[in-house]
């Protein structure tokens, strides 16, 4: 894990906001915190965020916990529009520390979310995955406790079909597989990102959740147009 109490972010006179009222991060000390780096133009972005909202609020009954709207937004009406969704706090739009904590975090693609711990460490640089994968039940985001949740999730797939038939896809079998936790993918039924398991075509490039095969997924149509420069792909944008 990788100290970062150098970070102007957690020095105690500097400050994250909240509804537009500043809030001083010397509350943040000896929290668990997400830095979430997106952008409402960001695809991927926008089908994560009702995950993670209802991840936060599932966590922040139990712990204490915050997430940090890191913004790459081109204009400040697209950034009220985006963090208006979001019951957390935020960098203003442009803040210096910004391109501080991209570099300090090798950040290359969004949504990008770090686990910092309550000591300042880094506990994952891919908590989006694993919000994916195992929900709320991933706090604290410890090594030992997302092996075994993968263990867990592992155990549960035995019992699903190995092979379906499903109505979005009627040409061929899906079949179940398993990705790297940190390989998220696009499901063709919600549109939503997923992670680890999956069911997918062998000769289709066609994707679905275990849930969207098992249940019911919900569709979500997408809006606005990625930048010049980036390419959205397999869950995430990055500069092309």
Not at 48 to 63: D, M, R, S, W
Not at 142 to 148: R, Y
Not at 162 to 175: A, I, M, P, T, Y
Not at 208 to 213: A, G, K, M, Q, S
């Amino acid at each position: 894990m990788e100290e970062i109490a150098e970070n102007q972010l957690f020095e105690h006179n500097l400050g994250v906001s909240v509804c537009a009222q500043p809030v001083p991060v010397s509350e943040l000390v000896g929290k668990t915190v997400i830095l979430y780096f997106s952008a409402k133009w960001c695809p991927p972005c926008r089908d994560f965020l009702p995950t993670l909202v209802k991840e936060y609020k599932k966590i922040k009954e139990k712990h204490a916990f915050e997430i940090i709207f890191i913004s790459f937004d081109r204009d400040q009406s697209s950034y009220d529009e985006f963090f208006s969704d979001m019951p957390w706090l935020a960098l203003p739009l442009g803040d210096e520390r910004r391109e501080l904590l991209m570099k300090k975090f090798k950040i290359h693609g969004f949504p990008s979310l770090i686990i910092v711990g309550p000591s300042e460490q880094t506990l994952t640089r891919d908590a989006k995955s694993h919000l994916l994968a195992h929900g709320a039940d991933a706090f604290p985001f410890t090594q030992e406790t997302l092996e075994e949740l993968e263990k867990k999730l592992d155990g549960e797939a035995k019992a699903w079909p190995e092979k379906v038939k499903h109505e979005l896809h009627e040409r061929h079998e899906l079949v179940l597989a398993r990705r790297d936790t940190a390989d998220t993918y696009s499901c063709d039924g919600c549109e939503g990102l997923g992670s680890s398991w999956y069911y997918r075509c062998e000769r289709c490039d066609f994707n679905l959740h275990p849930r969207c095969v098992l249940g019911k997924g919900k569709k979500e149509e997408a809006s606005d147009e990625s930048p010049a420069g980036y390419a959205c792909e397999g869950g995430v944008c990055r500069k092309a």
